[in-house]
């Protein structure tokens, strides 16, 4: 595997050369190519400690390791905005890859989406049955610790309360594109509940939020009833350290007419400024007609994702403006 065209006093030069330093192995030079590849299969973490071995490693890390590391997931693509055209072993720095390795960015960070819980788990029975709910059940649990409500702080919950629809009582499925089944719905009084994101647990620590400033693609499906009105809301909040509002987007859908088709709320935040540290997640509504039960607003599948913006690999691509990747 050495290269036994050499002559001892080159092969000797060689070892102590620093550009051999991190090639050579049992005294024998390795081509960088081989130590590449023995390098993708190192875990993230331990990657970020191996760029200290030596210089040689941490260039081939940052460029040629790092880069093909990450195209072996074949979903990469979904860590970015829009076209990777520009992308190349050049284009990001190692504390972008890292965040890659922890699953920072194409990943949905908010959690219990559809109100399926994660554990077996017996609701109490239905205060109430109407007619129009085909004999299914809606789900209604005096638990205060219902593992439906996992990650929700529920922040008001009037009416007849927040419910889980095992499937939605008097709508249409979910759409097939979704995962899951089941959907949160509330009663005839507001009702609302919220989920807080802290972004450096979710791999977005402060330099990715201040440097690379994702894109936060925040979406939610929420649907009413054949026979009631509804009013849905969304709003969701940039968070600094302190929990203070930076940018906010937030939408009120109000339908007087029974519709019971899923429709999908959108929304990206771009060219936020600097010091987000956490994204306040909060929905909920009512139904405009007071019924008891619950005919109010559903909603199902909200998701909080962060990709990495186009721009930043056009920035990264001109070397007048590229980031200092030594974290």
Known sequence: MGNSNMSSEENQDMLE??????????????????????????SWEDLRSC??????????????????????NMNYKSYFSGSTKKLNSQSLPFYVYYGIGKNAFGKNHLKNTFGSGEILHVCESPRRRSWSDGGQDTQICSD????????????????DGWAVEATPIGSQPLPDQLEGRSCFVTSY???????????????LNSKIMDEIRPHIEVSEWYAGRFDCGIIYKLTVSLLDANKE?????????????????????LHTFKN???????????????????WAGHYGSKMAGGS??????EEFLQMADDPSQALNSTE
Request: proline residues 3%.
């Open 17 to 42: 050369s620093d550009f051999s330093n991190g090639l050579i192995l049992l005294n024998i030079i390795f081509p960088e190519e081989v130590i590449s590849n023995i390098l993708t299969f190192v």
């Open 144 to 159: 205060a610790n219902c593992p439906r409500y996992k990650h929700w702080e529920i922040v008001s919950s009037r009416g």
């Open 189 to 203: 009084a507001k009702s609302s509940k919220r989920q807080i994101i802290d972004l450096a647990k979710c791999g």
């Open 245 to 265: 509002v930076l940018d906010q987007h937030s939408q009120e859908i109000i339908e007087n007419h029974g519709d019971d088709d899923w429709h999908q709320i």
């Open 51 to 72: 760029r200290f071995v030596c210089q040689s490693w941490k260039r081939l890390i940052d460029s040629t390791v790092s880069f093909e590391k990450m195209k072996m």
């Open 272 to 290: 936020y400024g600097p010091g987000v540290r956490f994204i306040l997640f909060r929905h909920g509504g009512r139904d405009t007609q007071y």
């Open 304 to 309: 909080v994702i962060a990709r990495i913006p």
